[in-house]
């Protein structure tokens, strides 16, 4: 046994931001599903046996689908989805399960240990949308009505709810409180998931193996840009030293959760003091409200926070872009933009676009997660592995995506689309983050709950059994290419022939056939002998047509872009 180690003073680590602890975010963004049989009422007691039955299935402590399956009695489909999900949130890029390619996922399996620890965070319920501090500064970009709350006597109790409260999404020093929050509580718990007996002495004397406390690093990680190649034991004073030649001596379990319980204790009052300090002193674009007003009047808010996360918050009735050059860190949050064109153009592994409506929005090539939440009318151009969609109303999704596209919550009247644009380096972002671009799943969305088990709401009874609604696809007819401008990384030749993704034949059809009658039209314009009063009938003619199109068709934000500054 190795002697206790005094872990640091928590002034220390409150004031040193590499020995600061934090939480994972991404279990906790993307990697919670609203599958009933995932959630336990009493987790610990639940997986310590499932756990135990796990690994006497396993000669190598890993399981496939098939397993998970079983031993869950889910669907295979879901069984899968689960794997899915850990390969896109699991902490370490050597584990083999993220190294997977695509189509090895499910062969190569997912460690027991990991899996158990995914299944007990299925337990945490997030913080609860927020409104905003100051109502009257945002109504005028707030969206206008739309056409379907026309309807809402007849909507259920927590569509009412939705509609009649404008959402915003938590400050991330309140969502990593309450995650540690969260993890401080289960801590005792979770540790008993990954402690194992002395050989010979009972279950009083668990420890920690080296690899057993590896897995923490799923749930924790120290300083602002997490291990950057480092393993989470080296993070630690009980494996930093140890000989890579020799077998590390295990440490008590008790030790352990002492000297984390301390560190996350110390870790909230630091982000207590530091939120005090913020509420005195200048507002910051991702831990405070944004009060948006038209973006002629007011600079619009952005800025990268020291977690790696860049965010872009309250843009209106403008264009913005941002390339990789731009993007500090490997995330992107887009929040509460409005009747806006927002172009980022770069490789990431996550993205979440939280409380916007009227935008055009593309994302380039995310490799792990995206997730859009309470969004109305917006359109989503994205190239990614896997997309979840959750509580969106009439909205369009563009997808190239290798995963399913998950349906949460409560949507109402979403489409989706197979992927429609291009820009100068989509296919060498799309092979950066590791996007297939011969696989694209974009017409097989998969529906989970309409109640989302995970949010901290109250909802109707009977209603947590009720499906999500899917997304119906895009008419072939009135799909069409969409267009970034060529200063922006667009293809010079105006068009977006350089796809990486193929479309479906009715798609191609349709598109090949709109160019022929563009054509001709053109063609017989050109042909046709008209006095100049005709003609200026015509041209005005075609012009109010077209700005009709621009508006009813949500394009007109395109035209943003052309503004000056």
């Not at 015509?538 to 012009?543: D, I, P």
Request: contains cysteine; glycine residues 6%.
């Amino acid at each position: 046994m190795t002697e206790p180690t005094e872990p640091s003073t928590s002034s220390s680590l409150a004031r040193d931001p590499g020995t600061v602890i934090h939480p994972r975010r991404e279990p906790f963004e993307h990697g919670l599903l609203p599958i009933p049989r995932l959630i336990f009422s009493d987790p610990a007691q639940t997986l310590i046996p499932l756990k135990q039955k796990l690994l006497q299935l396993s000669s190598n402590q890993r399981v496939d689908s098939v397993a998970i399956s079983d031993s869950l009695q889910i669907s295979i489909e879901h069984a899968r989805l689960v794997l899915d999900t850990l390969a896109s949130i699991l902490h370490s890029d050597s584990e083999p399960l993220t190294a997977a390619k695509f189509g090895e996922i499910d062969s190569v399996g997912v460690d027991v240990h990991d899996l158990v620890l995914f299944l007990y965070i299925q337990s945490y319920k997030r913080l609860l949308p927020r409104t905003h501090k100051d109502s009257a500064a945002i109504a005028d970009v707030w969206p206008s009505t739309s056409a379907f709350d026309g309807y809402l006597s007849a909507l259920s109790p927590l569509q009412l709810v939705r509609s009649n409260s404008r959402r915003f999404m938590p400050s991330q020093a309140d969502e990593e409180a309450h995650q540690l929050s969260y993890l401080q509580k289960h801590l005792a718990n979770i540790m008993s998931l990954l402690a194992e007996p002395v050989e010979g002495e009972g279950e009083e004397s668990l420890v920690l193996t080296m690899d057993r406390f590896e897995h923490l690093g799923f749930l924790f990680q120290f300083g602002d840009k997490g291990l950057e190649g480092n393993s989470f034991s080296q993070c630690s004073p009980f494996f930093a030293n140890s000989d890579p030649d020799m077998p590390a001596v295990p440490v008590p379990a008790a030790q352990v959760h002492d000297w984390l319980l301390q560190n996350i204790v110390a870790t909230l009052e630091y982000i207590s003091e530091r939120t005090s300090s913020k509420e005195n002193g200048p507002s910051s674009a991702s831990d405070q409200d944004v009060a948006m007003t038209d973006a002629s009047t007011v600079s619009v808010k952005v800025s990268t926070s020291n977690r790696g996360a860049s965010f872009i918050e309250g843009i209106s009735k403008s264009s913005y872009t941002k390339n990789a050059s731009d993007i500090k860190g490997s995330s992107v949050k887009v929040l509460n933009c409005h009747e806006s064109a927002i172009y980022i153009l770069a490789p990431l592994r996550y993205a979440t676009v939280y409380g916007c409506s009227d935008a055009t929005i593309v994302l380039g090539a995310v490799g792990k997660a995206v997730r859009v939440e309470h969004c109305e009318r917006v359109h989503v151009i994205v190239a990614a592995k896997r997309i979840c969609i959750a509580n969106c109303r009439e909205c369009i999704f563009f997808l190239g995506v290798n995963q399913q596209p998950l349906m949460l919550g409560d949507n109402h009247k979403l489409q989706v689309a197979p992927y429609n644009t291009f820009y100068s380096q989509l296919e060498e972002h799309m092979n950066e983050v590791g996007i297939v671009p011969t696989v694209n799943r974009w017409d097989e969305p998969l529906a989970l709950g309409m109640v989302d088990p995970h949010d901290s709401l109250s909802h109707p009874a009977g209603v947590s059994d009720v499906q999500a609604e899917s997304a119906t696809q895009v008419d072939p007819d009135q799909f069409t290419s969409f267009v970034i401008p060529s200063w922006l990384g667009g293809d010079s030749t105006g068009s977006a022939q350089g796809n990486p993704f193929t479309l479906p034949d009715a798609y191609k059809a349709s598109q090949h056939k709109n160019h022929k009658n563009l054509g001709e039209i053109r063609q017989l314009i050109r042909e046709a002998s008209l006095e100049e009063s005709r003609k200026r009938e015509l041209s005005s003619a075609l012009h109010v047509y077209f700005k009709d199109w621009l508006y009813a068709s949500g394009n007109i934000r395109q035209l943003y872009c052309l503004q000056g500054d």
